[in-house]
């Protein structure tokens, strides 16, 4: 066998002896370290230099990783990873995802990835009508909210040049509609794309809220209003049938962030709560967030994709071909956001969906929200915790009484070191609070529960770092 075969081939058995290990190591609570980050000057000194000109071999590149660099990442998908949005891919979705890096497919084009793109598409359909979207309406596969909330926007904001025959509105900047309450994404993408943003105080974004606003600016500067379906912090719900109203009227583009909490809309008790995201012109919803797809993953959705081709068809002689193609009907993911050579990033979830059936997501979405309920009624009956509100998707927030900023912070570290939980302390209404996000299947209450006794008055972990 030639040298470099020889190579691939000891790499291939145990890269994926690896890789096997790894996707089953938390089916057993305990059998999965959370990981603890680690400075780039231990890195350096535990792993040396690893790119050389001769290269260090399979077995030690696999070793470097396993034993030093894997170690320092924390493992988001562990059952006691509760902090942010976690993530807890199906062991399907993970396996899809190596089958389609196996592959090298670009899934940019339907002249180069048809049989990629035809199963993203299907993918993405299960969104679209668990939404309630009209047949017709499509898009494509991002890397996440953040490209998803920013493809959007400047297809919206094309949209709105194209209607009212200017570049720019006579104020001279678009603005951009939110909730005070909308991820920081929101903001930051109106920022690149030069739009201003007019952040609605209150809970929950109302129609009275975006009326009001469209009062001062008017309906001629907004490139869209952008309502989110379950907040980063709290997992709260715009008034999404209120919002959509007032842009139908206003003629405004109505895009929905629901890159966390819209996958609610696949759980058997919580569809009911999303009345109006039906009529958005956009959404987003991250599969790697609730739809337990791996990195990266957002499904963006157009009410009339022809919109989001007008605003990211890249144009070019090399391009004509498929630009051809795709006036002739072909679906060319790249024409429908801010990219054009794409990795088949819906395949992964189309793997775990074709291979478990949509059931099997309501029922893990399910769990999710179960535990989010269950673990407030321990907030409640626990007599140092208040809870901040009742969880609205999946997302519990509560204080601890007279605890400041520095122990919660304390607290937080101690538990990581312990091997409990990552649970970090967040922020509402400028004071510290924690939170925890449920969305993995395999959290119990009993986790829960061993959590919150880390809580009680004369737990051991509740001590200061100095
Ligand atoms: C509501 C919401 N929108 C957008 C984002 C950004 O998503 P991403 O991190 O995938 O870019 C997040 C991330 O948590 C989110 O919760």
Redesign the pocket.
Known sequence: MHAHDEVVQRAANSMLAFARARVAADLEPGGLPIGSPQSAAWLDEQAGQTVTEVGLGPEETLRIFAEVLEPACLSVDHHGFLS??PQAPAELAILGDMVTAACSIYAGSWLEGGGAVWAENQALDWIRRLAGMPEGAGGVFV?????G?LSALVAARESARHRLGVQHPASGRWVVICGEHA?A??SDMARITDCEVVAVPGDRLTGAGVREVLGVVGADAVAAVVA?S???NLGRIDRLDEVADVCEEAGVWFHV?G???AAALASTSRSDRFTGIERADSL?V?P??WLFTPF?C?ALLYREPAKGRAAHTQKGSYLDILNDAGDAGEWNPSDYGVQLSRRARGLPLWFALATHGTAAFAAAIDHGIWLAEAAARLVVEHPELTLLEEPELSVVAFTREGWEQEDYDAWSKQLLEDEIAFVVPSKHAGEPILRLCFLNPRTTLAHVTQILATLDGDAPVRKRVE
Not at 143 to 147: A, H, L, P, S, V
């Open positions: 942010f949005v890397q996440g909210g953040t490209n909330n991820h994404s929101v989110t379950g907040s980063t962030d890159a966390y909490g987003v991250d790697h967030k990266d957002c």
